[in-house]
């Protein structure tokens, strides 16, 4: 009997996959009865649950990126329209593909906290529950996010557990996300040696805890948390150049806080999202629109052309070459970065403005304008916070282009609609338009189906 892929994934669903940073070979079948009986096999489960995020990535470009005023693709077909278009329904793959993968990372972080037990080294037990907190906190912010209420999967479960799938308020899957980053937070190192780079640390914990909490509006903990993140001796810096952040020869750089790591030529660790921003992508090219293109000014020269190349209608995203790729199409090396100092600093002065005005969030701000090159602000400019929040949008619009963070940041700003409104006029689309319960994906229609109805679906779908 078919059943549910959030069922299926909370089971205990674990198939082989490994980085080869980490240097361990899984088998090439996990069973769980008699698996993970031992420290090694459970940290072959910690690194199956990396290889769990890698699945993630392509599905949140298209319901995050590709939703926002950021990016149009160059040819308005299939699941690609639907999501442009605001037209989207619950049979559309993108949304029920970014649910099911989420869930089955989601499992996998369950399965390795299942057989901590079994782990004897105290250090790697500390390591790998924080690990697998951290994940299982990242994938249900991003699900909370974009779908509002949704299930908490703390535990694996039975197939026939299916009460366990009924979504949780918001508030409810708040609470736990916040649970397990304050567990990572005190549970993971500081760094790692060179052979596990990507790994989570103590770091990546703060940074997304501090996010956590700044969507929720809770200012002064959001400020505990970065404050805490970069108090000296910080591990991350602000790279001097902008292009070198993002240069696949200087990946895990030191403004790098967390990413999702890839490599070519390497049994299927390599990622397609790269070839789908460039002009030949599967959409013919992801592309910035051309209201968002004329944002940077000619003093930003080099933020741009890291950015994207071309102009106009020719445009296309350029953020994630992949120098090393000389094979397939859809096998590049190209990490995605998911949390960097850079941002970091962008959160920092947003919170200090909200918290203590303008002139508390200018050096922050400023940090980010003097390594891009453009005119830094001064009190005089930016006089109240008002003003101050106008302009760190903008800078965050710039500095974070293609990141997966401007739908995220009009969601928590409450200015999808009127952005995207505006968006589609000044593009000329006046005919489309964003209806306000749009500011939710819906659930995916297998899932409240092989739920039974036990999984509900959000209002207007």
């Not at 082989?16 to 088998?27: E, H, Q, S, V």
């Not at 990372?105 to 299942?114: E, P």
């Not at 005089?380 to 500095?399: D, S, V």
């Amino acid at each position: 009997m078919k059943k549910s892929l959030f069922l299926l994934a909370c089971a205990g669903l674990c198939l082989a996959g490994c980085k080869d940073y980490l240097n361990i070979t899984p088998a090439s079948s996990l069973v769980e009865d008699s698996y993970f009986r031992n420290t090694s096999e459970v940290e072959t489960g910690v690194i199956n649950i990396y290889n769990a995020l890698q699945r993630v990535v392509p599905y949140e470009i298209n319901l995050t990126e590709l939703r926002s005023d950021n990016i149009v693709p160059n040819n308005l077909e299939g699941d690609y329209a639907t999501i442009e278009n605001f037209a989207d329904t619950p049979t559309n793959d993108f949304t029920t593909n970014m649910w099911s993968t989420s869930y089955y990372a989601i499992a996998r972080a369950n399965i390795v906290l299942k057989y901590l037990g079994n782990v004897t080294d105290a250090d790697k037990k500390a390591r790998f529950e924080g690990e697998a907190r951290f994940a299982r906190a990242l994938m249900h912010f991003n699900l909370v996010r974009l779908y509002g209420d949704v299930p908490i999967a703390i535990t694996t479960l039975a197939a026939t557990e299916t009460d366990a799938l009924r979504r949780r308020p918001v508030a409810e899957v708040y609470t736990q996300i916040i649970s397990d980053l304050q567990a990572a937070e005190n549970l993971l190192p500081t760094t790692w040696e060179t052979v596990n780079l990507g790994r989570a640390t103590k770091g990546a914990a703060r940074a997304l805890l501090a996010k956590v909490y700044l969507t929720q509006q809770n200012y002064a903990a959001a400020k505990t948390e970065i404050d805490n993140l970069l108090a000296p001796p910080t591990t991350y810096q602000l790279l001097p150049s902008f292009a070198t952040v993002f240069s696949p020869a200087s990946e895990m750089n030191a403004e790098i806080i967390f990413a999702i790591r890839y490599k070519t030529a390497a049994n299927g660790e390599g990622q397609g999202f790269s070839y789908d921003f460039s002009k030949d992508g599967a959409t013919r090219g992801l592309k910035p629109p051309t209201d968002f293109q004329p944002l940077f000014v000619t003093a930003d020269a080099v933020r741009r052309a890291t950015s994207y190349t071309g102009t106009g209608a020719t445009a296309y995203v350029n953020k994630f070459p992949d120098a090393a790729n000389t094979g397939a199409r859809r096998d590049a090396g190209t990490d995605w970065i998911v949390l960097r100092y850079g941002e970091v600093l962008l959160m920092q002065a947003e919170i200090l403005n909200e918290l203590s005005g303008p002139a508390a969030g200018l050096p922050a701000l400023n940090a980010i304008r003097t390594r891009a090159g453009v005119p830094v602000y001064t009190i005089a400019t930016l006089p109240t916070k008002a003003a101050f929040f106008t302009a760190l949008k903008t800078e965050r619009r710039l500095e974070l282009a293609f990141e997966n963070y401007r739908w995220y940041d009009l969601l928590r700003w409450n200015e999808a609609v009127p952005t995207m409104n505006a968006h589609f006029i000044a593009t000329g689309r006046p005919g489309l338009s964003m209806p306000t319960f749009r500011t939710l994906y819906p659930v995916p229609q297998r899932e409240i189906d092989l739920s039974k109805g036990v999984i509900t679906q959000n209002t207007g779908y």
